[in-house]
Antibody
């Protein structure tokens, strides 16, 4: 059974960057297609990007292009999502999820506040 | 981008009721759609995949149907633990897109 365990909550100042990790167990990262989804307080789910196994590339939502980087460390089966130039509107719970939404991490709250 | 229009945005119902939630895609997505349940403070949980296949371990009172542009999630007899928010997600093309969500509340 796949399990995804994410890193803990973060508090960042506007303009800073945050890097959230997602540790995979039960499978290896190379067997999975990892995606990232966020949810602002009281709002719906928003897809940020993910790995497309057909092309072998990571695809980002246009909204986050240039600000987000999704990487993987296959030696530790850990996926990462880094978001830069943070603003208050980026305050949200960030989830990793295997495509197409089969398994989810527990979520990481990122708070952006001065 | 494919837009997913989900309705209703909220719904009040009683235990034992039959409820239906709909997602409409702005263009055809075959059956590349899943339904998710989310409870407060928790990660979403997939209930239905490939539009109509029941995820292992999910009660049989949940069912999905549809193909192309129209999809429905039906709960045949609401149980107290079913009061939550429900989302659809299309994975036919990028960017992946969610419906806006349906909050199911106790009447």
């Amino acid at each position: 059974q796949v399990q995804l365990v994410q890193s803990g909550a973060e508090v960042k100042k506007p303009g800073a960057s945050v890097k959230v990790s997602c540790k995979v167990s039960g499978y290896t990262l190379t067997e999975l297609s990892m995606h990232w989804v966020r949810q602002a307080p009281g709002k719906g789910l928003e897809w940020m990007g993910g790995f497309d196994p057909e092309d072998g590339e990571t695809i980002y939502a246009q909204k986050f292009q240039g600000r987000v980087t999704m990487t993987e460390d296959t030696s530790t089966d850990t996926a990462y999502m880094e978001l830069s130039s943070l603003r208050s509107e980026d305050t949200a719970v960030y989830y990793c999820a295997t495509g197409p939404g089969t398994h989810w991490g527990q979520g990481t709250l990122v708070t952006v506040s001065s | 981008d494919i837009q997913m229009t989900q309705s209703p945005s909220s719904l009040s119902a009683s235990v034992g009721d039959r409820v239906t939630i709909t997602c409409r895609a702005s263009q055809g997505i075959r059956n590349d759609l899943g339904w998710y349940q989310q409870k407060p403070g928790k990660a979403p949980k997939r209930l239905i995949y490939a539009a109509s296949s029941l995820q292992s371990g999910v009660p049989s009172r949940f069912s999905g149907s549809g193909s192309g542009t129209e999809f429905t999630l039906t709960i045949s007899s609401l149980q107290p633990e079913d009061f939550a928010t429900y989302y659809c997600l299309q994975h036919n093309s990028y960017p992946r897109t969610f419906g806006q969500g349906t909050k199911l509340e106790i009447k």
